[in-house]
């Protein structure tokens, strides 16, 4: 039996201003640039593509089922930016063949930093989930598939979920293999599903690539790559970004239509079929222990945290903006609270990675700043005047007291 | 070679791009033959040293070598300008002039060393300039006549008449290079003589090298000439090898020192500098910005500083040279090159071999291979004022600058310079 378990990510941050060190202004945000790459990317890729896995799931007649990780700061842009994106993954929702899993509202690395604002972003998160789709859900998949043993019984002790995803990138997994499901060491419910990192890649990165031996990618070739799995595991996980369609692969490379053949393609084998993540712990068991003591993640070849946290200027703005933990609650004031948790999204720390700037690769695509550089003055530049109106907002609480 | 400064003779980035350059072919195997304009019987403590003379014929050339340079030829001829006591300032002196020319009565006094040798003197000679060109090109002419070699390397304006005469009598053909053209150095001000024999000189070579995209840009919509002719080959910097130890200090323990080094002119935007020198003054105030240099905009600055309330915070040093450029790298935390229009920048190299971080305008030529540096519009002085303090503020951003920046420069070589220029020498010897 081979099982294909889809797993978009969905995800835009709340992108900076540009912000020196002379403004003072508590609008940190660039409205204008996050409408428009919002409206940008909801026409190329969220709505056609919420379209077609409609039609696919209704002509399939509920075989085919995909699953879904939308972040709160994208979800937030949909509602004020292009609702009809909402309305659309509604739709999908309501099929029944559509799960959505949990992560942190912010897309942040709180994981890494403070245990409390992570499990409280989750739960924030999880409640959003509900209040728009009606499903409670009960699969994690952490910022950027950032994973370690740690990470597994930390969400098991939160006694939410029933899974948990992770890379599964043969340098990571050795000699195992990523087509079965997995317990973490220490965990007594909690399965793990692993992402089978080189059919997905296969879609994600190389679909395109005219270099590459295996161009064009067609659905019948690619569901027969899927059926050799047959008898060497149960199920093959293919975890990508959700802009993958119409976005990183543009709509005249023919993903499309790819997309649109892949279901039959696959259904022909009489053995395969299409599951959601919480169908996937359902129906199999956990064919091991998988120990995984160091973090790993799905980015770049390294996969490790190097995007994020390579280099001193990194470390330095993520220990800063944690830093600000005790202060901002003290401060008991939503703008703050707000502000404070969108700074914490991934993306702001991506974009001060120096790795590979020189050579001007995939980093520099996503990234809306010049330079690294430029992206760590401008954070700090807004770090700071949030610290001020913190301190301030303190400050006259402060004086209030005793009165009070 | 026809050059018109070298180390130690040098005022500016030409005669150290010279040096790299030369030094990085003699490496490879290529002999050269350096023709250079210089009053060489005046010859001062700092250049002895360094020389050796290989023979002394009587006449008007004389023959040197460098040590490291085993296949560099050295041939100077003797100049007009010779009674310069200090052959340093030979370029300057003649920018200056020039600049004089243009703004007959408007001089502005030069730093107080300059001013020893005097206006008039500078008036008498300034007439000279053209003539003193040509008379160089005849002396190269008269050496080319009995030497033998394959192509002519004409580097900046001044060995123009030199390459075309040369070329014109041996018929080898002539490259020249470019590292800096009149519209960098005047604005839209131009020197029309000037103007006119960069123009000739571009389209009677072979092949012009550019220094950088930006330059070669200009070479093809200012001076008309087509674009599968201009090359570009950025220039590089040598590694200095000395690790020095000594601790990097301030002036005043906690005192912040932000660097201009360079020709205070119009072309690299000291008034700029001044201007967000004073915003960033509005944000923190443990900083001195030192202005490290002379030029004819010298006096204006000071007195720029003065009128904005900040002349206790800028200080001018004047020209420096050796042991004083060490000094003032090592005290630095930023080092700043505003420049209008800058077609490459060696300078900014050097700051980073010196692990100095460096903010350069985005109008220059050294923007194009630099990556680990901040990058600003020369005129955007709010966001200038907003890097510098940043990295005064932030010191993992300056941190991550200078160990970036210290390694990118690594791969900035004269070797890949020098391979360039190879290629673009056999392509024109296969054309012949």
């Given amino acids: 039996m081979s099982s294909v378990c889809f797993y978009f990510q969905v995800h835009q941050p709340f992108r900076l201003r540009h912000y020196t060190v002379f403004d003072k202004s508590p609008n940190y945000f660039d409205e204008f640039k996050n409408a428009s790459i919002c409206r940008k990317v909801a026409n190329k890729c969220y709505l056609p593509t919420n379209r077609l896995l409609l039609k696919l799931i209704r002509k399939f007649d509920g075989k085919f089922r995909v699953s879904f990780s939308v972040t709160g700061v994208l979800l937030e842009q949909f509602a004020k930016y292009c609702p009809e994106v909402i309305s659309t993954f509604d739709a999908l929702a309501q099929t029944g063949c559509v799960e959505f899993m949990a992560e942190t509202y912010y897309h942040s690395l709180s994981y890494l930093y403070s245990r409390t604002e992570f499990e409280a972003q989750i739960i924030k998160h999880s409640g959003m989930i509900e209040d728009m789709f009606g499903q409670t859900p009960r699969v994690f998949r952490n910022t950027e598939l950032i994973y370690n043993n740690d990470l597994a019984r930390t969400i098991e002790s939160m006694d939410r979920f029933d899974g948990i995803l992770a890379e599964g990138a043969d340098h990571i997994l050795g000699d195992r293999n990523p087509n079965f499901v997995y317990q973490p060491p220490g965990c007594e419910k909690l399965k793990m599903l692993l992402k089978n990192y080189r059919l997905s890649d296969d879609i994600a990165f190389r679909f395109s690539n005219r270099h590459w031996k295996e161009y064009p990618l067609m659905a019948d070739k690619f569901a027969r790559w899927i059926n050799h799995v047959n008898g060497n595991g149960q199920v093959v996980n293919l975890f990508m970004d959700y802009e993958t369609f119409g976005e990183h692969q543009w709509e005249d490379t023919g993903i499309f239509d790819f997309l649109s053949h892949l279901p039959e393609e696959v259904l022909k084998h009489p053995d395969n079929d299409f599951l959601t993540p919480t169908q996937v712990i359902d129906r199999y068991e956990p064919a091991g222990v998988m120990d995984m003591p160091h973090i790993v993640s799905w980015a770049d070849t390294e996969r490790d945290l190097s995007a994020w946290l390579g280099n001193a200027m990194q470390s330095n703005a993520l220990h800063e903006v944690y830093r600000m933990e005790s202060l901002i609650k003290e401060a008991q004031n939503e703008h703050l609270m707000a502000d404070w948790r969108r700074l914490q999204t991934s993306d702001h720390f991506y974009y001060m990675c120096t790795k590979y700037f020189a050579d001007g690769d995939v980093h520099k695509y996503f990234n809306p700043y010049d330079s690294p550089y430029d992206s760590y003055i401008n954070y700090m530049n807004v770090l700071n005047n949030l610290r001020r109106r913190c301190v301030s907002k303190s400050e006259s609480g402060a004086k209030a007291a005793p009165t009070g | ?432």
């Fill in chain 2, 1 to 432: 070679m026809l050059g018109w400064e070298f180390p130690p003779f040098i005022s500016g980035g030409l005669g150290t791009a010279c040096f790299g350059l030369t030094k990085a072919m003699s490496n490879m195997g290529i002999e050269v033959l350096f023709v250079l304009p210089r009053p060489v019987e005046q010859t001062d403590q700092t250049h002895v040293r360094m020389l050796t003379p290989k023979s002394t014929p009587s006449g008007k050339e004389v023959h040197y070598e460098y040590e490291g340079l085993r296949n560099v030829q050295f041939l100077a001829v003797e100049s007009m300008l010779s009674p310069y006591a200090s052959p340093e300032y030979y370029k300057e002196k003649l920018d200056e002039v020039l600049r004089e020319k243009r703004q007959v009565g408007q001089m502005s006094g030069a730093e107080a060393e300059e001013r020893a040798f005097g206006a008039h003197e500078e008036m008498h000679y300034a007439g000279d300039m053209f003539s003193e060109i040509h008379r160089y090109a005849n002396s190269a002419v008269g050496l080319a006549a009995a030497e033998d070699f394959d192509v002519i390397h004409a580097h900046d304006w001044m060995t123009y008449p030199a390459g075309i005469a040369v070329a014109a009598v041996t018929g080898k053909p002539l490259v020249v290079h470019v590292h800096s053209t009149e519209f960098d150095r005047s604005g839209e001000h131009v020197n029309q003589p000037i103007y006119d024999i960069e123009r000739r000189g571009m389209h009677a070579a072979e092949k012009v090298i550019a220094v950088s995209h930006l330059t070669r840009n200009t070479i093809i919509s200012r001076y008309g000439v087509t674009g599968d002719k201009v090359e570009v080959v950025y220039n590089g910097v040598d590694r200095n090898g000395d690790s020095r130890i000594m601790p990097r200090s301030g002036i005043g323990g906690d005192e912040k020192i932000v660097l201009f080094l360079g020709r205070i002119t119009m072309q690299k935007g000291p008034e700029y500098f001044l201007m967000a020198a004073k915003r960033v003054l509005e944000e923190i105030d443990n900083v001195k910005f030192v202005m490290a240099g002379s030029g004819d905009m010298m006096n204006r600055t000071i007195e720029m500083a003065a009128e904005m309330g900040i002349g206790h915070k800028v200080l001018f040093t004047g020209f420096l040279r050796g042991e004083d450029v060490e000094k003032v790298y090592q005290m630095a935390d930023l080092y700043v090159m505003p420049s209008v229009s800058e077609p490459f920048g060696i300078a900014p190299l050097e700051a980073l071999n010196h692990d100095v971080p460096v903010l350069i305008s985005k109008q220059s030529g050294v923007a194009e291979v630099l990556t680990h540096v901040l990058k600003v519009d020369f005129w955007d002085v709010n966001e200038m004022a907003n890097k510098i303090v940043a990295v005064l503020k932030y010191p993992p951003l300056q941190l991550t600058l200078r160990e970036h920046g210290n390694f990118e420069v690594r791969r900035l070589r004269w070797q890949d310079a020098a391979q360039k220029c190879a290629r673009v020498y056999s392509e024109l010897m296969v054309h012949v």
